[in-house]
């Protein structure tokens, strides 16, 4: 079975750093582009960025770039999204999300991390 | 970058009816070098990640069931639910995946009447 399998929930305070990870399994995690998606409570779904771990290519929306970093080993299958230095407005769920065999829209979607950024 | 509008945000349907959902880019997300619609759309019930219910604009992902459909051109696209069964409650964003940023529309909140 394809699937993606996040890691657990966090809470940090303002200004700490952060690594949330995102493995993958049932396939050849190198061949297929991972996404990092953004939920903000109550609300839509925002596209942050995608890498293809198999040479770490990398493609941020400009929204965030600078404000996260996207990284990925395939030597474990797991791709990363970190924070140096966390916000309350970073507060949010964070799904990791894989391409399709024929194209760039997300088929296999993990989880979701939450993360609590408070005070 | 491409900015995905849907209309409405809210509606309500009454079980066994049609929902149709609208979604404008802002720029044509037509391939032509394919030919093909780079929209994809997605259902999301509370507290699940999205499912993904359809790529390139018409093209249902496996295991989608066929009264779910999409269709539109260029910048005006649709996504349609016949018979409307009580599941199919949820949120439903569409997406172009066309070009980076491969942003998503607000999101249209489907209820029963």
């Known amino acids: 079975e394809v699937q993606l399998v996040q890691s657990g929930a966090e809470v940090k305070k303002p200004g700490e750093s952060l690594k949330i990870s995102c493995r993958g399994s049932g396939y050849t995690f190198s061949t297929y582009w991972i996404g990092w998606v953004r939920q903000m409570p109550g609300k839509g779904l925002e596209w942050m960025g995608i890498i293809y771990p198999g040479d770490s290519d990398t493609r941020y929306n400009p929204s965030f770039e600078g404000q996260v970093t996207i990284s990925a080993d395939q030597s474990i299958s797991t791709a990363y999204m970190q924070w140096s230095g966390l916000r309350a407005s970073d507060t949010a769920i964070y799904y990791c999300?894989?391409?399709?065999?024929?194209?760039?829209?997300?088929?296999?979607w993990g989880q979701g991390t939450m993360v609590t950024v408070s005070s | 970058d491409i900015v995905m509008s849907q209309s409405p945000d809210s509606l309500a349907v009454s079980l066994g009816e049609r929902a149709t959902i609208n979604c404008k880019s802002s720029q044509s997300v037509l391939s032509s070098s394919n030919g093909k619609n780079y929209v994809a759309w997605y259902q999301q019930n509370p507290g699940q990640p999205p499912k993904l219910l359809i790529y390139?604009?018409?093209t249902r992902e496996s295991g989608v069931p066929d009264r779910f459909s999409g269709s539109g051109s260029g910048t005006d696209f649709t996504l349609t639910i016949n018979s409307l069964r009580a599941e199919d409650v949820a949120v439903y964003y569409c997406?172009?995946?066309?070009?980076?940023?491969?942003?998503f529309g607000q999101g249209t909140k489907l209820e029963i009447k």
């Open positions: 999300a894989r391409h399709g065999p024929w194209g760039d829209a997300f088929n296999i």
């Open positions: 390139w604009a018409s």
């Open positions: 997406q172009q995946h066309f070009t980076t940023p491969y942003n």
